[in-house]
C-alpha cells in the first residue's frame, strides 16, 4: 500500500489521547450506564466485553490498519491500485460522521447551557422536568448547538498536533479526574450501596429471551435463547461507543508513523473506554439512589440525564455545593462531548481535503457550517433527534462497521502486512483475521436483521 506524505502525531501517547477522546463521550457516560443498568446489571457488562473483545476490537483493528496504511482520509484510503473501487463506502462514512455530529451537538449545546446555569445557579432554582421540556427545542437550543458547532471547528481549525493533540492531552486527564472525584463524593451518601447493587448485580435472566416459534409438522413451540434484542443493544453501543464504522480511527490512524504496534493500541483505546464507562456507572447510580431518583431513569434515558441528576444535586443543602458538584458533572459531560464532536468533524474535514483539494481552515470551516445546518431540525425536535439517533447513530454504523469487516477481512490485499509493522506479539495475527473474516460479519449481519425486524414492526 502506497503512503501519502501527511502530518503525524507528536507523540506516540498524543494517538492514544485523540483516539480514547473520540470514544469517550455521550455514549460512555450515560448510555453506557443506562444499558446496563436496563438489561440485567453484571450479566450485560458481561456480554458486552465479549463482544468487544470479538468484535468491537478486530474492527477498531481493522480501521487502523486502513488508516496507518493509505496515510490518507476514508474516501481516498477506500481506492487502492489493483483493488475494486471501495470508495463508496468511504463516502457513507462521510454522510454519517455528519449526521451524528449534527445532533450530537445539540444535545452537547444542553451540558454547555447546563453548566454555565450550574455556576450561576439557575438550574438548582428551577423544576428540573420543566425546565429540561422547556430547554432542549427551539431558538436557544439552536443558539447553543452554533455554540458548541464554533468550539468544535476551533479545534478542528488548529489542525493536528496544536488543534486536537494538544487539547485531548489537557481534557482527557480533566475528565477522569472530574468523574472519579465526582464518583469518590457520590460514594460516601447515605443509599450508595443500593446504587451499586441495582447497577452492578447480575439479572441472567434478563440475557434470555423465550421465541415462539413455527414449524409445519411439529407446530408452535417456544425457545429460549440469548435475547437478541439485548445483543443488538450491547453491539450497537460497542460501535457507538469505540466511533466504530463511520471512520473515526481510520481518520486518526492516518496520522500515525510506521513503527506504531496497532494491536496494543486497540487495547489501549478500548479499555481506557471500557473503563470510563464503568466508572461513570460507579458515579451516576449512587447519586440517582441515594435521592430516590430511579423512577426518572425509567421515563427516557436523555431525560433521566438531565432532569434526575441536576434534582439530585438540589437535594444538597449548600448552595456552593450544589451549583459545584452540578458543575463538574455538566462540565465533563461536555468535554467529553466535544472531543468526540472533533473526531466525527476530523473525518469530514480531512475528507473534503483530500478529496476537494481544500486547505484544512476552508475544509474545516465548511464541514463545521454543514453540520451545524443539518443539525437545525434536531434543535426544534426531539423525534427527529431521536430518529438521527436511530439512523446514523445505530444503523449506519452497523452498515459502515459490516462492510468495512468484509472488506478489510476479504477484499484488501495483505491487511497483515500492515499490522506486522511495528506489532511485538505476531500471536495476535491469526486470530485477528479469523474474528474479522468470520465473527464480526456474522454477528453484525444478525443484529442489522434484528434492527430491521424491529423497525418494521415498529413502523405497522
Ligand atoms: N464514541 C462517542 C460516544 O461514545 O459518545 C460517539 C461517537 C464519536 C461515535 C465519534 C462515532 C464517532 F465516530
Known amino acids: 500500500m502506497q503512503k501519502a506524505p501527511r502530518e503525524n502525531w507528536n507523540t506516540k501517547i498524543g494517538f492514544v489521547f485523540a483516539a480514547v477522546g473520540s470514544a469517550v463521550g455521550l455514549g460512555n457516560i450515560w448510555r453506557f450506564p443506562y444499558l446496563t443498568a436496563e438489561y440485567g446489571g453484571a450479566a450485560f457488562v458481561l456480554v458486552y466485553i465479549v463482544l468487544l473483545i470479538l468484535i468491537g476490537m478486530p474492527v477498531m483493528t481493522a480501521e487502523f490498519i486502513l488508516g496507518r496504511g493509505s496515510g490518507k482520509s476514508p474516501v481516498q484510503a477506500l481506492i487502492q491500485p489493483g483493488e475494486n473501487n471501495w470508495s463508496g463506502l468511504g463516502y457513507l462514512f462521510v454522510i454519517t460522521g455528519l449526521g451524528i455530529l449534527s445532533y450530537y451537538s445539540v444535545i452537547a449545546g444542553w451540558t454547555l447551557r447546563y453548566s454555565f446555569e450550574s455556576l450561576s445557579g439557575v438550574l438548582l432554582a428551577v423544576d428540573p422536568g420543566d425546565h429540561f421540556d422547556q430547554i432542549t427545542t427551539g431558538t436557544t437550543s439552536l443558539m447553543y448547538h452554533i455554540f458548541f458547532m464554533l468550539l468544535t471547528t476551533g479545534i478542528v481549525l488548529g489542525g493536528v498536533r496544536k488543534g486536537i493533540e494538544q487539547s485531548v492531552k489537557v481534557l482527557i486527564p480533566l475528565l477522569i479526574a472530574l468523574i472519579a472525584g465526582l464518583g469518590i463524593w457520590a460514594s460516601f451518601q447515605i443509599g450508595a450501596v443500593d446504587g451499586y447493587r441495582y447497577y452492578l448485580q447480575p439479572d441472567f435472566s434478563e440475557l434470555i429471551s423465550n421465541y415462539a416459534l413455527y414449524l ?29 464504522g463511520m471512520g473515526a480511527m481510520i481518520t486518526y490512524a492516518s496520522y500515525l508513523p510506521r513503527k506504531d504496534d496497532l494491536i496494543e493500541k486497540t487495547f489501549y483505546v478500548s479499555f481506557a473506554d471500557f473503563g470510563i464507562a464503568f466508572l461513570s456507572g460507579l458515579m451516576i447510580f449512587p447519586i440517582i439512589f441515594s435521592f430516590g431518583l430511579i423512577d426518572r431513569v425509567g421515563e427516557s434515558p436523555l431525560g433521566a440525564l438531565f432532569i434526575a441528576i441536576p434534582e439530585a444535586f438540589q437535594q444538597v443543602t449548600t448552595p456552593i455545593i450544589s451549583q459545584g458538584l452540578s458543575f463538574i458533572f455538566f462540565f465533563a459531560l461536555l468535554l467529553a462531548a466535544l472531543t468526540s464532536a472533533v473526531s466525527l468533524l476530523e473525518v469530514v474535514t480531512s475528507s473534503l481535503m483530500d478529496e476537494l483539494k481544500m486547505n484544512r481552515r476552508v475544509a474545516a470551516v465548511s464541514g463545521g457550517l454543514a453540520c451545524l445546518v443539518v443539525g437545525i431540525p434536531a434543535a426544534f425536535s426531539l423525534d427527529w433527534l431521536g430518529m438521527a439517533d436511530k439512523i446514523a447513530g445505530s444503523f449506519l454504523l452497523l452498515v459502515g462497521g459490516l462492510a468495512l469487516a468484509i472488506y478489510v477481512g476479504w477484499i484488501m490485499k495483505e491487511p497483515t502486512v500492515e499490522l506486522s509493522r511495528g506489532l511485538k506479539l505476531k500471536m495476535f495475527v491469526k486470530p485477528w483475521r479469523f474474528l474479522l473474516r468470520y465473527l464480526a460479519p456474522l454477528a453484525l449481519l444478525a443484529i442489522l436483521s434484528n434492527f430491521v425486524l424491529n423497525f418494521i414492526q415498529e413502523l405497522f
Open 216 to 244: 409445519p409438522g411439529i407446530g408452535h413451540f417456544s425457545i429460549s435463547f440469548l435475547s437478541l434484542g439485548l445483543l443488538a443493544g450491547a453491539a450497537g453501543q460497542t460501535f457507538f461507543t469505540l466511533s466504530l
